[in-house]
């Protein structure tokens, strides 16, 4: 998002004022400082600004706790403190590093695939810098902004981790995070989401030059309101690659490995559906009536996601599982993400359906067929989920079918909507995102494994990564 600063006021080294009229002066004219400058410069609205930092707790809640108890639910008890750990610091690590060099080889003109590091250390932003929203003239501030995406790059590498649960090293997953962030979110995110803002596109010659300034994907039309590709896609094959590279769970086949806490499990789903509020609906960094349509279809689309795959899982193996219910919530959840801002209710309703549906296909009949053990589906719900809603969303954001389209960005009218078109540059989307974190992923892992190494020994699998690696017990 383009952003605009306001004025900087410095303070002096001369004698402090000690009449009380001077001192009430001084600060009046260092409150209006910045509307004297910039006249009719923007003021955010109190109500999306509120409602935005609400969301980014909405997203930390999503993670820590809710991610952490999810995952950690679903492994055996001996590994419960490792996954805990990892998800915890993982997130931790990822916010630093946002602020550090994230935000601004993201979110700033750069070139196609990467922005610059103008902003680093957030150089330049303060409380009085803006970041452009989806309608002209309406901005919210910069901080509030950075940290609502940085708890999105928090949490796509932390969902990474339930790929590979249970053996790798906690060493080898920082120091994967760490390049994976830099080499593959940060290109990613850039590419799909950066763009100068809607007051830059006024006539043929300005949205010549926005679409030039923006990231290769999102110059070409893709469709991503809140993280399909980004965040889903891109985490799901990274995690798909890891597991492959570092193999199987010891006993993985022959021995039982059934999630050691289902009670943890549906906590963890529920505040992961809670936070998700903040995810879709604070994507639209505004709060008001497309808000309220995003939080209207993550709900719906949720809700139908679930009782499709408890229903699907009760037709064939003859009894509904909560490990099933909470899995189909957050399939429901992941497919809805790129298309909450782009569909109508009835497009969530489809779109819910098919990932219920698919989703539990992906994480049985897939998985099994092809052998690969992805400890807590990472690949199966989110990267099978994140390409199925990806591809739906140039489908159902198609007005016909009660979607709103998109808007000609000069007159804030509605366009022309073609489908094919549209699913077609979807399709890109999709591949682009799988090649490049797929590749990324692959050369990252190797290298880590042939300097540190990626897994553990195979004493400290049997014992269980808790004891050894963190030197505690998640029970008595």
């Given at each position: 998002m383009s952003g605009q600063n306001s004025l900087s006021t410095g303070t002096t080294r001369s004698d402090p004022m000690k009449s009380p009229f001077l001192r009430t002066a001084g600060a009046l004219l260092l409150a209006l400082a910045p509307a004297l400058a910039f006249g009719d410069a923007p003021v955010p609205d109190k109500g999306d600004t509120s409602w935005m930092m609400t969301s980014t707790v909405l997203v930390i809640l999503m993670t820590i706790p809710g991610l952490a108890?999810?995952?950690?639910g679903m492994v055996r008890s001996k590994n419960v403190l490792s996954v805990l750990m990892q998800v915890f610091m993982v997130f931790c690590l990822v916010t630093v590093l946002w602020f550090v060099f994230?935000?601004?080889?993201?979110?700033?003109?750069?070139?196609?695939?990467?922005?610059?590091?103008?902003?680093?250390f957030l150089q330049g932003v303060n409380s009085g810098t803006l970041a452009a929203t989806f309608s002209k003239g309406v901005y919210i501030p910069e901080y509030v902004y950075i940290a609502f995406q940085g708890t999105?790059?928090?949490?796509?590498?932390?969902?990474?981790?339930?790929?590979?649960?249970?053996?790798?090293?906690?060493?080898a997953i920082l120091?994967?995070?760490?390049?994976?962030l830099a080499l593959a979110y940060l290109p990613i995110a850039h590419m799909v989401w950066f763009w100068d803002g809607p007051d830059a596109y006024t006539d043929a010659e300005t949205t010549a030059t926005a679409t030039a300034h923006a990231g290769y994907l999102f110059a070409l039309g893709a469709l991503d309101f809140a993280g399909g590709t980004v965040v889903h896609i891109n985490a799901g094959i990274a995690g798909l690659v890891g597991c492959l590279l570092i193999g199987k769970r010891i006993g993985y086949g022959s021995s039982a490995m059934a999630p050691h806490n289902l009670p943890l499990v549906m906590i963890g789903a529920s505040l992961l559906w809670v936070g998700w509020f903040g995810f879709n609906v604070g994507s639209n960094l505004e709060s008001n009536g497309m808000a309220g349509q995003v939080f209207v279809n993550t709900v719906l689309a949720t809700a139908v996601a679930t009782l499709a795959w408890t229903g699907a899982e009760w037709l064939l193996r003859g009894t509904p599982t909560m490990l099933g219910g909470a899995s189909?919530?957050?399939?429901?959840?992941?497919?809805?993400?790129?298309?909450?801002g782009w569909v109508g209710p009835m497009g969530a309703f489809a779109i819910g359906l098919a990932a219920g549906l698919v989703c539990l296909w992906s994480v049985s009949w897939l998985k099994h067929k092809l052998g690969y053990d992805d400890s807590l589906d990472v690949f199966g719900v989110h990267c099978v989920g994140g390409i199925l809603g990806a591809v739906l969303t140039g489908v159902f954001a198609d007005p016909k079918l009660g979607g709103v389209g998109f808007l000609d960005w000069v007159t804030m009218q509605v366009a022309p909507y073609d489908m094919a078109a549209q699913v077609m540059v979807q399709v890109k989307s999709v591949l682009v995102t799988l090649v490049w974190s797929g590749v990324v992923s692959f050369v990252l892992f190797k290298l880590i494994d042939i300097t540190i190494g990626l897994r553990v020994s195979e004493e400290t699998e049997r014992q269980g990564l808790d004891t050894v690696e963190h030197g505690e017990r998640a029970y008595g």
């Open positions: 108890l999810f995952y950690g994230g935000y601004s080889v993201a979110f700033t003109t750069g070139n196609a695939f990467f922005g610059s590091l103008d902003k680093m999105f790059a928090a949490i796509t590498p932390c969902l990474i981790v339930g790929a590979f649960a249970e053996r790798m090293k906690f060493g120091l994967f995070v760490t390049f994976w189909g919530a957050v399939a429901g959840l992941v497919a809805i993400t790129p298309a909450c």
